[in-house]
């Protein structure tokens, strides 16, 4: 039996260590994050170790209590793992509420287990300690069903808010974890939700955290660095269609008379601003103190200045104030000749909007 249990559940037992570790001492995220992770590893472990006991109760020649506990503790286990894995991809972009309803298939399908204690509704075992599914027995398969279903819909959220690759992975998870519920639901193939739950989260944690690297700390914007090899890809496919340059004004006094926190603000919600109103294939880049750059490909040049003006128009809700140029390219033009016409227009515009001032 023992040889069983290691050749089924080694790899899910050294990939769920492993990443325990790994999270814990790699604090690239918020804590809350990072105890979210903890824990969906965590209850893969425990899944693997309530399983095995479950097999070796199931060697017994008679039914025991013990196995009845840990196949209620299984039954619990599989659609909460699934639905860790919704809430590490999308938590941040779901309301507390929305997470209490998402927790209620979980804590149905349990309660469903429970019976078990007392009837047969859920599953019992004969005098043969032989397994007993119940007219309630795939409550566990059918809460998996539904928060695979869920990320399903919530991926194709995150598809419409250009979170491509994001969705691409979470339709990855979605489909794996599917294959995974149908074997072990029909046809009886030992482990797979384990190892799948195991591996899912483990490839969630290397997406979110090469994901860090691309973007500005403070300001959630792509950084520098993804704003030059964004640039390359564009203009080697020809997609280019506009460079937008942006510069925050007066940020060192905002910075010298109400402090470095202030000038955080300042430049938070200028980007958020930004983002809201940013339609399918532009994309904004912090690539300096003040300085923002947007890379456009699938707006028409001709919508580029409608697009300005709509910008102008948001941020003019806001406190702060920022100056706006923006070009757009020609055939075989260089992209630095580009950017450089999008700054100078950007300057004229700063100078504009400080002889405005100067007038008031």
Known sequence: MFHYFLQLNFATILISFFMLIFVNVNPVFQRKVIRLFSIAISSVLCLVIVDSIE??????????????????????????????VILLSCGNRVSQKFKKFIALPGILNTLIALTALFSGVCFSYSDKNE????????SAFAASGFYLILLV???????????????????????TNTIAVILEAFFHYDGLINTTGAVSIAFYYMYLTTQQFKRDPLTRALNRRYFY????????????????????????????????????????TIVACIQNILPRGCHLYRTGGDEFMILCSRVSKDDVPALVDHMRRELSK??????????????????????????????????QLKGEDTIR
């Open 229 to 268: 090899l964004d640039a390359d890809h564009l203009m080697e496919s020809k997609c280019l269609t506009a460079v937008i340059s942006i510069d925050l004004n007066d940020l060192k006094r905002i910075n010298d008379e109400n402090g470095h926190a202030a000038g955080d603000t300042a430049l938070c």
């Open 55 to 84: 097999y070796w109760c199931a060697t017994l020649p008679y039914p025991t209590m013990l196995r009845v506990a840990v196949s209620i503790i299984g039954y619990a286990l599989r659609p909460i793992n699934i639905c860790f």
């Open 131 to 138: 397994f007993v599914r119940g007219p309630l027995g795939y």
């Open 318 to 351: 806001t406190l702060y104030c920022c100056a706006i140029g923006f070009a757009t390219p020609d055939a075989d033009e260089d992209f630095e000749h580009i950017c450089s016409i999008a700054d100078a227009a950007m300057y004229a515009n700063k100078k």
């Open 153 to 175: 819909i919530l991926t194709n959220k995150l598809y419409k808010m250009e979170h491509t690759y994001e969705s691409l992975t979470a339709i990855f998870i979605a489909v």
